[in-house]
């Protein structure tokens, strides 16, 4: 089955304790990206990448990192999360790009508290 | 930053009748995609419309999109139950359109 799998989903941390959000997708896919999701604010992207070792910033990428060394995985970063990181995460990955944009298959969702 | 713009920002409506919701955006766009999300889970995609394309059917959907006033709407007929959801609709614009801006989202809600 084509899905894009997130771990963990639901995670409660403290301010500066260093975790990370895995993203896999099993569609090989070039371009992922990561998208947080507030009350009021919609989705806005962090980070995305079109492909092994390119990445590049969306929107709201301050104090986020990311990597993707394998074309099925795209983990995102927090080292140093702090509160108003809270918020739900998704990740998504697309086949293609251009004038005919496929479809975008997201992630179930983490769910990240920063105490 | 953010493109499209849904209205209204909630819905709501009785079983069996129509549900309309509408984007507009603000630069130009290679295509517009609709994607559904259920309470705190991933979007799913529903339907997307080129830009040379001025309507587009799936199922009890259906998509117009009209380039010169720079909106697009989303009509579901015959509504059920299920389809309470938040719908979002997605621009993606420039040389690349690697970028799949979002908006902020229609809450429907469809009452039994």
């Known amino acids: 089955e084509a899905q894009v799998t997130q771990n963990p989903r639901y995670l409660i941390t403290v301010t500066g304790k260093k975790l990370t959000v895995t993203c896999s997708q099993n569609?090989?896919?070039?371009?992922m990206s990561w998208y947080r999701q507030d009350p009021g604010l919609g989705l806005r992207q962090i980070y995305y990448?079109?492909?092994?070792?390119?990445?590049d910033k969306g929107d709201v990428p301050e104090g986020y990192k990311v990597s993707r060394k394998e074309k099925r995985n795209f983990p995102l970063i927090l080292e140093s999360p702090s509160p108003n990181q809270t918020s739900l995460y998704f990740c998504?990955?697309?086949?293609?790009?251009?004038?005919?944009?496929?479809?975008?298959?997201f992630g179930p969702g983490t769910r990240l508290t920063v105490l | 930053s953010q493109q499209g713009e849904e209205d209204p920002q909630a819905l709501s409506i009785q079983e069996g009748e129509n549900a309309t919701m509408n984007c507009s955006y603000k630069t130009s766009i290679n295509n517009l995609q609709w994607y559904r999300q259920n309470s705190g889970r991933g979007l799913v995609h529903l339907i997307l419309i080129r830009s040379n394309e001025r309507e587009k059917h799936s199922g009890r959907l259906r998509v117009t999109l009209d380039t010169s006033k720079k909106s697009s709407s989303l009509l579901i007929t015959a509504s059920r139950a299920a389809d309470t959801a938040s719908y979002f609709c997605a621009t993606s614009a420039g040389a690349g359109s690697y970028q799949l801006t979002f908006g902020k989202g229609t809450k429907l809600s469809v009452i039994p």
């Open positions: 990448s079109m492909n092994v070792e390119v990445t």
């Open positions: 569609m090989n896919h070039e371009y």
């Open positions: 998504a990955s697309r086949g293609g790009f251009g004038f005919y944009t496929d479809t975008q298959y």
